[in-house]
Every structure is written in C-alpha cells, then in structure tokens.
C-alpha cells in the first residue's frame, strides 16, 4: 500500500506536520514487519507411538549474512530452535520431514526403541533433540553430513551460553568428526569440498585445536574447486588460528 499526501498553498502548516508524522510511523511499521520472523501452528503424527501433538513451524525469516561458522543473522527468531521436532510421548526426534517419510519396518522400529532408551531420563532440551536426532540418523544410516549438520545446529543454539562452553566444544567437534567422514565417503559435489574443509577448519578454531584448524583451512585455501570467497574467508580465520584465537561469538 502507497499513501500520497498532496499539498498545496492553503493547506495548513499544522496539518501538513501532522501528515508528515503519520507517512513517518507508517514507514516504520511496514518496514520493521517486512524484516520480522513469522510462525504458524501445526500438528505433527509420531509414526513411533501415533501420538498426535502440536508443533510451531517458521513461516518466514529474513538473514542478513552470517557469523563465520555460517549462523544465519537477522531477523531468524527461533529458527534453529525449531528445526527439530520431539513427540512428547516417545521422544522421537527429526525434522518434520522424518515424520512424514517414516518407514516403518519392525527392524527399523526395533533399532530406534534402542536409541530412545538412555533418553528416558534425560531432560529434553533444544540440544537434547539435537543429540537424539543424530543418534537416531546414525541408526537409520543416514548422511554422515545430515549428522554432522544436527550437531553443528545445536553448537549455533550453545553459542551465547557461557556456563556450557563444554556442550557446545563436544558438539563442534562431533560435527567436525562427521564432516571428515562425508568427506571421505565423497558425500559433497566437487565444488562444495572446499566449504567443507573451511568449516571443519572453524570447528576445530573453535574447540582450540589450532594445529587441525591449520591442515583444514589449507585444504580449503588449496582446493582448485574453491569459489573465492572461501579463499578470502579461510586466509582471515587461518590468521586466529596461527593466534591460537577459539573466538566463538564471530
């Protein structure tokens, strides 16, 4: 919508103030809700136990660049926060995708009730689902990278939470474990190693393994598949590492 205030001679100061002020609120609304994170309501069928339960899913976002381990910034409210659904019955765990695509043979069934048991007495968090998520895509034999991707998910939600500085090391360095491991397993396309290698760099910056940091940011800077920003982007945190700089708020 498009407001055009005309004006002419006899139109009042007052008033032409007073119009000036509301096509400066308007802007301000419509401008701070096109950047805003939206939500809607669904539900979600556990294909373990048939529970049927209600889950918040992201209608829309806006990202404004990313920190250097790629979090999405801006305006992306509880993005990560909601990527990973939990039945709150059984505690299975997933993207919304593996509760519709569920395949439910006995054997399949079987190996996931397995994995479920030491969460029994867990409490379920954010990172929780994350873990549990991991583990039931090991089971399921899934991506060495989709695994690598869920730890890395809950390393973003540790970010700000200095009294878990230890969970959110352990969950670098799983994502690092399983990156190396879709490398070797040619899991990625040609031109997507050397964003691989740059990032199992950043976890290794991270968690203070400098040395490891080191091989994986040259692999990345050397890489002939490499685009030139992971060049530009790997030189700089290369120079951290050589620092022995684990800065994790970048």
């Known amino acids: 919508m498009l407001f055009i205030f005309s004006e002419n001679k006899n139109t009042p100061k007052k008033f032409t103030q007073m119009k000036k002020l509301l096509l400066i609120l ?7 809700g096109a950047f805003a994170d939206t939500y809607y ?6 294909p373990l136990c048939d529970k049927i339960f209600e ?23 509880d993005y990560y926060k909601l990527m990973v659904k939990s039945c709150p019955c059984c505690r299975f765990s997933g ?19 397995h994995a479920l048991v030491k969460y029994d007495t867990i409490e379920m968090t954010d990172i929780t689902e994350c873990e549990l998520a991991a583990d039931l895509y090991k089971c ?14 809950a390393s973003y939600l ?24 879709a490398l070797s397993m040619e899991e990625f396309a040609p031109n997507q190693i050397a964003t691989i290698e ?17 091989v994986y940011y040259d692999k990345a800077i050397n890489n ?24 994790n708020e970048i």
């Open 26 to 32: 308007f802007l301000m609304i419509t401008t701070s």
């Open 41 to 46: 309501q669904d539900s979600l069928k556990c």
């Open 55 to 77: 889950i918040t899913e992201m209608g829309s976002m806006s990202s404004f660049g990313s920190t250097y381990d790629f979090q999405k910034q801006g305006a992306v409210g």
């Open 95 to 113: 993207y919304t995708s593996d509760f519709l695509n569920f395949s439910n043979h006995s054997d399949t069934i079987n190996l996931i009730k």
């Open 140 to 153: 399921l034999g899934r991506s060495k990278a989709n695994i690598g991707q869920l730890y890395l998910n």
């Open 158 to 181: 540790l970010r700000s939470d200095s009294t878990k500085t230890n969970q959110r090391i352990q969950m670098q360095d799983s994502a690092a474990v399983f990156f190396i491991k």
């Open 198 to 214: 740059y990032l199992i760099a950043e976890m290794y910056r991270r968690t203070g393994k400098f040395e490891k940091a080191i």
């Open 224 to 247: 002939k598949e490499q685009a030139d920003w992971i060049k530009e982007i790997a030189t700089k945190q290369r120079i951290l590492a050589i620092k022995e700089d684990d800065n």
